[in-house]
């Protein structure tokens, strides 16, 4: 009988669906050095941009209740903001503008803005934990975790300063468009967003290549 061979530790982990805490790939990889988690938010909108962050906190760190961001309430993510920032080892933001995003496409621009999340840490780390399933260009070492802001603490870190930084960007932005309800949809589809869009036309923070605006 033939024997299978076994998977290397460092890629079973990663093809475990269910790890045994929120902190478990931190864990494993606690011996190689500082962990960066990053995570992007606002891919789906029409409007506005993508920002994504990128958090290293210090190893062993719990932070009871965080987990990923669309599992938080609004008032939730905005009262862990302080205590990510103020107890993280660093963190970064990226952003890229609308007009970016309709020139690359939005994976790129995804991916692009966590590249540039992981380049503004003071604190160089020795391993990128990546939410989804692809990789950022950058010479550092790196795991790409499907479903990572549910699976890594510092996954979960980074996408919420991620969301509530946009968030709060899209509260600004109606003030500069008082026509468009930013602050209730922040750039999403939904039916208020469209009848917007049908009353008013796009303003120059809108997604033109994406769907409903490019017909």
């Excluded at 890629?11 to 478990?24: A, W």
């Excluded at 506005?48 to 760190?61: F, Q």
């Excluded at 260009?137 to 930084?165: C, F, M, N, W, Y």
Aim: glycine share 6%; net charge positive; proline share 7%.
């Amino acid at each position: 009988m033939k024997r299978q061979r076994r998977q290397p530790a460092s890629q079973q982990l990663l093809l475990d669906p269910e790890p045994l805490s929120i902190s478990y790939f931190e864990e494993r990889f606690r011996d190689e050095g500082h962990i960066a988690g990053v995570d992007e938010a606002g891919r789906g909108p029409l409007a506005g941009p993508v920002v994504a962050a990128a958090v290293i906190l210090p190893a062993g760190l719990d932070i009871p209740g965080l987990k990923d961001s669309k599992q938080l309430t609004e008032k939730q993510r905005e009262e862990f903001v302080p205590v990510i920032k103020e107890r993280a080892l660093a963190w970064g933001l990226g952003l890229i503008e609308p007009w970016e995003i309709d020139r690359i496409n939005i994976l790129q621009a995804s991916l692009k803005a966590m590249k540039i999340a992981v380049e503004g840490l003071k604190v160089k780390p020795a391993l990128i934990l990546v939410d989804g399933p692809h990789q950022i260009e950058i010479k550092l070492p790196q795991k790409a975790l499907k479903k990572g802001d549910a699976r890594s603490i510092t996954i979960a870190a980074a996408s919420v300063i991620a969301k509530v930084t946009r968030d709060r960007m899209m509260c600004d932005y109606e003030k500069r468009y008082p026509n468009f309800s930013f602050s209730v949809h922040k750039g999403y589809g939904t039916e208020l967003h469209m009848k917007e869009l049908k009353t008013h036309g796009p303003t120059p923070i809108h997604r033109m290549t994406f769907a409903p605006l490019a017909k």
